[in-house]
């Protein structure tokens, strides 16, 4: 299967397709009192461009896992017409231990990931976010043990792309079901508030932040819960959506110098080997 470059205006015309869905889940959270927040690069782009990093060819999300759950339970009320909802419980196939809103019409398939039995579709992220225990040691415990998770959740693409002992690794991990996947990441979220103190994070996706290894043992493994629950309205490609109240110290969690736009040269280039945009 042949992969190419997205051009620029297939990168444009994604973008505009996932504010589409991102305005369809503000719609149904709103009338629901569900809380998300702009997450990652998208809360980046609100900050710094009011829209998207012009380079940036998908959108991210966050909700707590309260708030996560009640969304599962209304997403049926999303438009069809506009996108459907993605995760275990709705698509067999699906490997990731995060929801994905999909575009309805279209086809996006990632290069390296053709050969997944998933829905595919222009997407975007939905990161549930879970609580992390308060003692440190039992902190570092968890993060290795989802690690470990996450590698076998990824196996059906690293076999695919690894080559060597890491393929061959790979191709042993995804002899284990993702429902046993499924299974120890729901037994971690199950005692998962949002009135707790806790700090949280998404178990089955890497800890945030290129700085993650420089961060203060006491930060690294979490981010602290009124990111998620103290909200403001921003600006976001001419619509308004909810991100993260004290953005500042979020991106710089992530980014530590996040108003400066990186050169062309570290910016990431976007391929496809299925695209259908109409």
């Known amino acids: 299967m042949q992969v190419r470059q997205l051009t620029d205006e297939e990168l444009r015309k994604m ?28 809360m980046l782009g609100a900050v710094r461009h009011k829209g998207y990093i012009p380079w940036d ?10 708030d996560y759950e009640k969304f599962k339970k209304v997403a049926h009320e999303l438009n ?7 995760d275990s419980d709705t ?12 575009r309805t019409g279209t086809e996006f398939i990632r290069s390296g990931q053709e050969h997944l039995k998933c829905k595919t579709g222009v997407f975007i992220d939905i990161f549930p976010l879970d609580d992390i225990p308060k003692f440190l040691p039992f902190q570092m415990l968890q993060d290795f043990y989802c690690y470990c998770l996450r590698k076998i959740a990824w196996s059906e693409v690293g076999k695919e792309q690894k080559k060597g ?17 499924l299974k120890c990441q729901k037994s971690l ?22 700085f993650y290894f420089k961060a203060p043992l006491k ?3 979490g981010m602290p819960k009124k990111w998620f629950l103290e909200r403001e309205e921003y600006d976001f490609e001419g619509k308004r959506f909810y991100g993260i109240k004290d953005y500042d110290a979020f991106l710089q969690y992530e980014y530590r110098d996040y108003m400066t736009i990186p050169p062309e040269s570290e910016r990431k280039k976007h ?3 299925v695209l259908k945009l109409d």
């Not at 069809?80 to 993605?86: E, L």
């Open 15 to 42: 973008q505009l397709l996932q504010v589409d869905m991102i305005a369809e889940l503000d719609r149904v959270c709103r009338k629901h009192d569900i809380k998300y927040v702009l997450y990652g690069g998208t």
């Open 57 to 66: 060819d998908d959108a991210d999300l966050a909700m707590l896992r309260e």
């Open 80 to 86: 069809p017409d506009i996108c459907f909802f993605q």
């Open 91 to 102: 698509d067999k196939y699906y490997r990731w231990g995060y929801a994905k809103l999909r």
């Open 165 to 181: 002992f890491k393929k061959v690794w790979f191709k042993l991990l995804s002899k284990i079901p993702m429902s046993f996947v």
């Open 189 to 210: 979220h199950k005692k998962s508030s949002n009135s707790s103190k806790n700090r949280v994070t998404c178990l089955l996706f890497p800890s945030l932040g290129k």
């Open 219 to 221: 930060e690294r493994y």
């Open 271 to 273: 391929y496809a080997s």
